[in-house]
């Protein structure tokens, strides 16, 4: 372990430079450029809230709300991994020239769309101020669900970026599947309206439990129970296992299929 530790120490320069790479690229020749990352999940928020709101009249306080804190938390996973995905054959000519731990390049992406969820977090605390809502002590416990978060999307995202560089396929199916899992999160529509047959399929998708876990805290002034930490932690352990296993054995083929 003691290696790992000063191997990563040793090329944490390199983190550094790929993250902000990542971030320049991203709002590069844009006007606003990292004010979009505030400016996005509003204006999603304005539109969604007046479609939604009135469309199907969902019966939920300060649904904006519920609204924005459903997209902070599915949108940064749906980056995340998005972004992963392609991390191994984006840096395909870098990992040919030198050694590199091929794993900098996925964490590096998972951090930079942390920094965008930082920026999302931030539009939500400005929105709740903006709408008079009481900031409850609890609030002060949103980091859990979204350290939680942040370690599955790695599990996840180690696991996308190592198969891909085999199946490029899979980055096509990949959009399909982020947009099923969207209407299996509630991120727009509230737990009750749904049959009990159906919340058990969305139960079983771990970002609802992340979801819930956040709302808890940020909205409804509730402390997080046992069971919810419980699987939250269990999920994120287990996807970041599997992530970090499956990458190890395939790593050293990446070279030949990039």
Do not use: C
């Not at 479609?51 to 599915?74: A, H, R, T, W």
């Not at 020239?97 to 930082?118: A, D, E, H, W």
């Not at 396929?169 to 159906?198: E, G, N, Q």
Request: charged content about 10%.
């Amino acid at each position: 372990m003691s290696v790992y530790i000063e191997n990563f120490k040793k090329f944490r320069p390199l983190l550094n430079e790929l993250v902000s790479r990542d971030v320049k690229i991203k709002y590069r020749r844009s006007v606003l450029g990292v004010l979009w990352t505030l400016l996005n999940p509003l204006f999603m928020m304005i539109v969604l809230s007046v479609v939604f709101s009135n469309l199907f009249k969902f019966d939920i306080e300060n649904f904006p709300l519920y609204l924005l804190s459903g997209q902070v938390i599915f949108n940064f996973f749906s980056d995340a991994t998005n972004n992963s995905m392609g991390a191994i054959i984006m840096n395909g000519s870098l990992i040919k020239k030198v050694y590199v731990p091929k794993y900098l390049f996925v964490l590096s992406r998972v951090i930079s769309s942390f920094i965008n969820l930082m920026a999302s977090f931030t539009a939500l605390i400005l929105v709740m101020l903006a709408m008079r809502v009481e900031l409850h002590w609890t609030s002060l416990m949103a980091f859990i669900p979204l350290a939680l978060l942040v370690a599955f999307s790695l599990g996840v995202g180690l696991i996308l970026a190592a198969i891909v560089v085999q199946f490029r396929d899979i980055m096509h199916l990949y959009s399909v599947f982020i947009t099923a899992l969207m209407y299996m999160t509630p991120v727009i529509y509230p737990m009750s309206i749904l049959p009990h047959w159906m919340k058990i399929v969305v139960y079983m998708n771990p970002i609802t439990n992340y979801l819930v876990m956040f709302r808890n805290v940020m909205l409804n002034n509730r402390i997080l129970s046992l069971w919810e930490l419980a699987l939250g932690v269990v999920e994120a352990v287990i996807a970041l296992i599997i992530g970090l296993v499956v990458f190890y054995k395939k790593q050293d083929s990446f070279i030949l299929n990039i």
